[in-house]
């Protein structure tokens, strides 16, 4: 239900934007004078920003196209063109550059292409507005100091990018149903971080323009541009960190160690519960490295467990099994964060509260969805679930963390 109402919301987003574009291309005034080198520059800019889109966090950015129809919005009076004519130009060029990505097989985010519209257009109605003295006129008036026009433009782009970041959430929180509190919790900074460059980018374009020309959008979008590929980089780095992760967590299964699909539910209600409980991306990244890897020591012990289950594996086995994934997890140096919350998967959590060790919220968690995964063994009766929260109410606050269980029973209920 949750991820319709999300997919719902960003078709909603999409076709708002497509009213708004279609407005401003018909009602805009386009002609010949308009079309300069620099509207010319910043098309092309804004298509191929739309060849490079990149996922972060469940959403899809394409700053390079941000920053280049910011400046384009923000351009001096004579420079570019009239309103709404540049808001509809920008939105010809975003659809052409979706157009030629999706003829080279890429994806069509239409939430993502929406929310990147609205923003810019936000951006547009604060520096152009709807009268007759605008915030772009007396940015390049004569006799206005250009330090309080660069400040004024870079936060009216500000503004604009935000809003493009809360579309883009609200579209993420309906689709996942979860709480404000916890969805605020685990947003994303960096994301945030993105915006603060696309708009330092575009209003520098808008200012250098008088004296650049159309060089503006090249030379300044390149350190945009940079840094987008930088990022690009390190996701691609990280997507092959993920995938290494799930082909090690299926070798339990592939040698019959553990039941079919059981690190994969494991890791699945280990987000979940870490959502219900507020996590942020970063450390919901760890829980479900850990939840997947969490069996792979099963590898390194003799007799194997029936069924894969630990919860009834005597405490011999389980710190042998422990012993092992540690060891095997630490032979990588981009997983070895992971092994000690592996190591710490095995300790009950009387030893936090009886002895004051410490152990790793994603330990915990990973603790207690793999016990209710042992007990049900992926059935999702009322029965089993009835079964599996008694086994674990019997262990509260000894074998399982309290905190866990009630926020488990959150996401089940």
């Known amino acids: ?52 889109p990149t996922a972060m966090a469940g959403r899809v950015i394409a700053p390079v196209t941000t920053a280049a129809a910011t400046g384009l919005v923000m351009a001096p009076p004579g420079e570019g063109l009239a309103r709404p004519a540049a808001v509809g130009v920008i939105w010809l060029a975003m659809l052409a550059g979706v157009l030629i990505a999706r003829v080279r097989g890429r994806p069509l985010f239409e939430s993502a292409l929406g929310a990147r519209f609205l923003g810019i257009a936000t951006t547009a109605l604060l520096v152009r507005g709807l009268g007759d003295s605008t915030l772009v006129q007396w940015a390049f008036a004569d006799g206005t100091r250009r330090a309080l026009a660069v400040l004024a433009l870079f ?53 250098a323009q008088p004296v650049l020309d159309w060089v503006a959008y090249p030379l300044l979008l390149l350190p945009v541009l940079l840094t987008h590929l930088a990022v690009q980089r390190a996701v691609a780095i990280r997507l092959t960190l993920d995938e290494s992760v799930h082909a090690l967590s299926r070798l339990t299964e592939a040698a019959g160690r553990s039941h079919e699909g059981h690190g994969a539910r494991v890791a699945d209600l280990s987000v979940r519960i870490g959502r219900a409980m507020g996590l942020d991306a970063h450390e919901l990244r760890k829980v479900e490295r850990t939840a997947l890897l969490h069996d792979v020591g099963l590898m390194g012990i003799e007799e194997p467990i029936p069924g894969g289950a630990t919860i009834n594996a ?33 300790t009950p959590f009387r030893m936090s509260r009886e002895f004051g060790e410490f152990i790793p919220v994603a330990a915990r968690i990973v603790r207690v969805a793999n016990a209710w995964d042992d007990i049900t063994e992926g059935t999702r009766t009322q029965r089993a679930h009835q079964v599996a ?6 262990g509260l606050g000894y074998d399982y963390d309290p905190e866990v269980v009630t926020a488990l029973e959150r996401t089940l209920g």
Do not use: K
């Open 1 to 52: 239900m949750t991820a319709v109402r999300g997919s719902h919301a960003g078709l909603v987003l999409f076709l708002v934007a497509l009213l708004v574009g279609g407005w401003t291309t018909i009602a805009g005034e386009i002609t010949a004078d308009g079309v300069t080198p620099c509207v010319i520059t910043a098309v092309i800019a804004i298509i191929i920003g739309e060849q490079m």
């Open 314 to 346: 005597s405490t011999q086995v389980q710190d042998r099994a422990a012993e092992a994934g540690t060891r095997i997890v630490s032979s990588s140096p981009q997983l070895r964060p992971i092994a000690a919350m592996l190591d710490q998967v095995r």
């Open 155 to 207: 936060g009216a782009a500000l503004v604009g990018g935000l809003v493009e970041r809360l579309l883009e959430a609200l579209v993420v929180w309906l689709r996942e149903g979860i709480t404000i509190g916890s969805f605020a919790a685990r947003e994303p900074s960096s994301l945030y971080g993105i915006v603060g460059v696309t708009a330092s980018a575009g209003s520098l374009i808008a200012v």
């Open 389 to 394: 929260l008694e086994r674990l109410h019997l």
